[in-house]
């Protein structure tokens, strides 16, 4: 009978482990080029926010340069979340706000920063980009300063799915287990 407990309550912390390890992690920031507060002396071709987890497709960055222009390429790859800067971009302060959908665990993680480009801006060229609205993404990291909206996210809550399934099921196996044990 002991034997029988013992093998229950291991059975319990392995799938304890197993459907809650995942949700426990989440995609967050761990650097980026260019790093907050950085000061360059030309416009970057890109700019890359890496991440501990790797980010889904509905990842992105929202980065604008002091006339509102916004890097409209993004991509991800790994780890990372890369938008692509346009050739008109300008120099001056830089605002930048990421988000990631962990593709771990589906959990959203947004943070800003700023740095800035040396050199005066020419904005007459063109009316700037409208901020984007604002949406409600989770968790917010800020790894600087800034007030920037967070890209569109897609749903990405799929991934939460998993582990509360699993989750379920082992305590229903347990139950029943305990269930047979305790009526012998």
Request: charged fraction near 20%.
């Amino acid at each position: 009978m002991k034997r029988r407990i013992a093998a229950v309550t291991t059975l319990a912390w392995v799938l304890l482990a197993v459907t809650t390890g995942p949700a426990a992690a989440h995609g967050e920031y761990l650097d980026s080029s260019p790093k907050p507060d950085d000061v360059l002396s030309e416009v970057p071709g890109e700019i890359v926010v890496t991440l501990s987890e790797p980010p889904t497709k509905d990842s992105g960055i929202v980065a604008k340069d002091p006339c509102g222009n916004v890097a409209e390429d993004v991509s991800v790859s790994n780890n990372d979340i890369i938008a692509t800067v346009s050739s008109e971009a300008q120099p001056g302060e830089w605002r930048i706000k990421w988000e990631t959908i962990s593709a771990v665990d589906g959990h959203s993680t947004t943070g800003t920063f700023k740095f800035s480009v040396s050199g005066g801006s020419d904005c007459t060229a063109e009316e700037p980009t409208p901020e984007p609205t604002e949406t409600d993404a989770g968790e917010d990291v800020d790894t600087a300063a800034g007030d920037d909206s967070p890209p569109a996210s897609g749903e990405g809550s799929s991934f939460l799915v998993i582990p509360a399934v699993l989750g379920g099921a082992g305590l229903v196996a347990l139950a029943l287990v305990g269930r047979t044990i305790g009526s012998r």
